[in-house]
């Protein structure tokens, strides 16, 4: 796992015009990794060439000594209704990789608990406008005081010196009608499957953003003010304590859980996590109870993989809490394809077709998870038909989504569309040499087994996951037991690949 090898403080305004030139060219190769929508330029003169009274850069490297991360702040000294006041502003970026180790707020704390103690009673306010749910939910967690929030009315006056601030900083309004929102032009970088992560996240602070912001995928700012006070820097302070406090409380709890009597005292909590997953939450006590004996409860920071694409595969996991990425490895360069939040099962696939795993799991913060071993899961199948359907059912999705996905011909479905059309079709499983005719207009997509297609008097055989376009009828038969989805036909722009 990569790390944060070095951190270094750099004033700007202390550098040459060639070190300035090195240093904004080194930062904008990390910000457009992570923004899109931004010109070097307008970069510089946000992040470098600011004109705020004081400007600090913390630099992050890697052990290459490539910078891998930075947090720019900057105090801007006004007056508002004849008040003298500070404003703190902030831009940040980090390369996956090296994000989570909260080196950012730890900067930022101090540098505004210096610049307070310098300046006693001066009226400080730390302004933001993020453009993401991650964003604003790094700043709603850490701080007790934060504008706009959920569940509480932004107070008049309050609101009108934001407006005021806003406009100020040169925040231009998408929408009068809600003078928070602003246009700030940064787009994250993000994949479909992130993005839909973001969507349907449960954690109250990203639901709040996205209701208040809905155009943040467009660049679209919410206007954010946090009040720099004692009691907010006491909030802030006590927030990383309790985070440091947890490490070594859930380091007790790992080392507990791989204990025999660990695992006994967590059996209810599995059984709660269980009870919450769809998949499971129909099964009767002692069903739930039996599984759960022959499952694993256990919590791991975040960071760390757990498996790689390749390995080998016996088990599915619940995601309990937390999140984890899923990735697409390709010698030293990974990709993300999915993020998963809480409640999510995964690994399905390679347990279910004894297969090894297709795509390695991260974790993205500290995540508790349930490990459902295969020797345990296949005898409730057999024996429960719901679940039975509902594990294949997640397993066929998982697999359409995976192949569809990286086919041109279904460019124009999207995720969500990918989904809904596996959703809709008809599951069917067919025995050993069981022969199955197909109607012109269908979509035949092999989920497990070997199947024989019958093509201008020869069987052709085709083993594993494969997707077929039958433009006149058909006739299959299945080498051995084999499993299979119907669909039906879709609108289609460009060339089919016809069979039959």
Known sequence: MPRIASSEIVVPKSLSPEERRKLIDALYEVHRQIFDGVERESFAKYVVESKAEHTWIH????????????????????????????????????????????????????????????????????????????????????????WPRRETEVPPELLAFMDELATEFGLEKEDPAHPLVRHVGWRTRETEMEREYWLHC???????????????????????????????????????GQRKLRQPIQATVALAQRTSIGARLLRPEMMRQLRRASLFSHFDEATLWDLARRSEIF???????????????????????????VLAESGEHEKV????????????????????????????????????????????????????????????????????????????????????????????????????????????????????????????????????EVERPLRVRAQEATRLILLSREAAPGPRRAVG
């Open 202 to 240: 449960d954690k109250p602070a990203a639901r709040f953003f996205i209701e208040a912001n809905p155009g943040y995928v467009e660049g679209h700012g919410l206007v954010t003010v946090v009040p720099i006070t004692l009691s907010n820097i006491a909030n802030t302070i006590r927030s990383m």
């Open 337 to 468: 394809v999915d993020e998963l939040g809480s409640g999510s099962l995964f690994g399905e696939i390679a347990m279910l077709a004894g297969e090894r795993r297709s795509a390695s799991i991260r974790t993205a913060t500290t995540s508790m998870l349930v490990r459902i071993p295969r020797s345990a899961l296949l005898p409730l199948m057999e024996a429960n038909a719901s679940l039975r359907q509902g594990v294949w059912q997640k397993f066929a999705e998982r697999r359409f989504d995976d192949m569809v996905r990286g086919l041109d011909r279904y460019g124009h479905l999207g995720r969500k569309g990918r989904l809904s059309w596996a959703q809709r079709g008809e599951h069917r499983a067919l025995a050993a040499q069981e022969p199955l005719s197909l109607e012109a207009g269908t979509h035949v997509f092999v989920l497990s087994g070997v199947l024989e297609v019958e093509h201008e008097g020869l069987w052709v055989t085709a083993r594993g996951s494969m997707l077929l």
């Open 59 to 146: 630099v992050h490297k890697s052990e290459e000594g490539e910078i891998v991360g930075y947090l720019a702040l900057h105090i801007f000294d006004k007056q508002f209704g004849g008040v003298p006041t500070s404003v703190l502003r902030a831009e940040a970026g980090s390369l996956r990789a090296y994000r989570g180790a909260n080196a950012n707020i730890r900067f930022w704390l101090k540098m505004a608990l210096s610049y307070m103690l310098r300046n006693p009673g001066r009226r400080t306010f730390f302004l933001s406008s993020p453009v993401h749910p991650s964003s604003y939910s790094l700043v709603a967690n850490h701080f007790g005081e934060v």
């Open 299 to 325: 919590t791991i920071p975040g960071g760390k993989y757990l498996f790689h694409r390749g390995d080998a595969s016996d088990e599915m996991y619940l995601l309990a809490s937390g999140a984890v990425y």
